[in-house]
């Protein structure tokens, strides 16, 4: 995925750091905000039930900014932000949903993040993963850049990221397991890949779809009950895919 301001717009982030060097993706407090605040619900909004009315039950003032500004840093937590736009409305769908839907947006606002995925991905089911082995992964390309607490900080924030959207089990030792994944998922999925640029047999062939894990006769599966559903429109004839959005509006990239 290649920066451009356009993307910055729609809500994806880049650069090197990401909100992960200070927390995972909080799958608890976002489903109770979301859960708690009405889907027409604007960023002060948000701001005011976590930090006046502490609906997250935090222990100090310090606590619930710093929370409000994490989960903005993740989520965007603004119906200007198509990203979070559209998870809006896939919320309220299946509360099953829910974890994954918030991976999926914090791996396109949370460029540590996503650049684990590939190391976890690789992985194959009931394989274990060392937090020594991710914390490798983070340093890979920069040896010097953060300092053992740092690495070891930020690889107990990604492996409960992945513990939490269904993609590693365990406690104290994590294994691959395989995600729980719904047709909300695959039309999030295929939102993503359109907002950079991909369409047809290209839309499932994306980094999105493979951040899925599944294979291709599922993702096309998936996405026909989004249609049928009313969340895309999938049409598939041989090889020839059509996949459009006809109740969203779609970002001009």
């Known amino acids: 995925m290649e920066q451009s301001e ?5 809500g994806f982030k880049f650069g090197k750091n990401g909100a992960h060097s200070a927390r995972s993706m909080m799958i608890q407090e ?57 998870l809006r409305k896939f919320w309220a769908l299946s509360e099953d949903a829910h974890a994954i839907l918030a991976l999926q947006l914090a791996v396109a606002r949370d460029p540590i993040l996503r650049g684990s995925a590939e190391l976890i991905l690789n992985l194959e089911p009931g394989e274990h993963i060392s937090r020594e082995t991710v914390e490798a992964h983070l340093a890979k390309d920069d040896p010097a850049r953060f300092s053992p607490a740092s690495l070891k900080s930020f690889a107990q924030n990604i492996n409960g990221t992945w513990t939490q959207a269904g993609y590693l089990t365990g406690k104290a030792k994590k294994y691959r397991a395989m995600p729980k994944v719904t047709y909300i998922h695959v039309a999030y999925a295929l939102f993503l890949a359109h907002c950079n640029g991909l369409s047809g047999q290209r839309m499932f062939d994306s980094f999105w779809c493979k951040l899925l894990s599944q294979d291709k006769a599922r993702l096309f599966e998936l996405a026909h009950s989004a249609s049928l559903r009313g969340l895309i429109n999938f049409k598939q004839a041989s090889e020839v895919v059509e996949v459009t959005f006809p109740n969203i509006e779609i970002p001009k990239v």
Do not use: A, Q
């Open 30 to 86: 976002l489903s109770t905000l979301l859960f708690s605040c009405p889907e027409n619900s604007m960023r002060p909004d948000y701001e005011r039930d976590i930090v006046e009315f502490n609906i997250l039950h935090k222990p100090t003032e310090k606590s619930r900014k710093l929370t409000y500004r994490h989960l903005v840093d993740l989520y965007g937590l603004s119906l200007e932000v198509p990203l979070f736009n559209i």
């Open 6 to 10: 356009e993307l910055v717009k729609i």
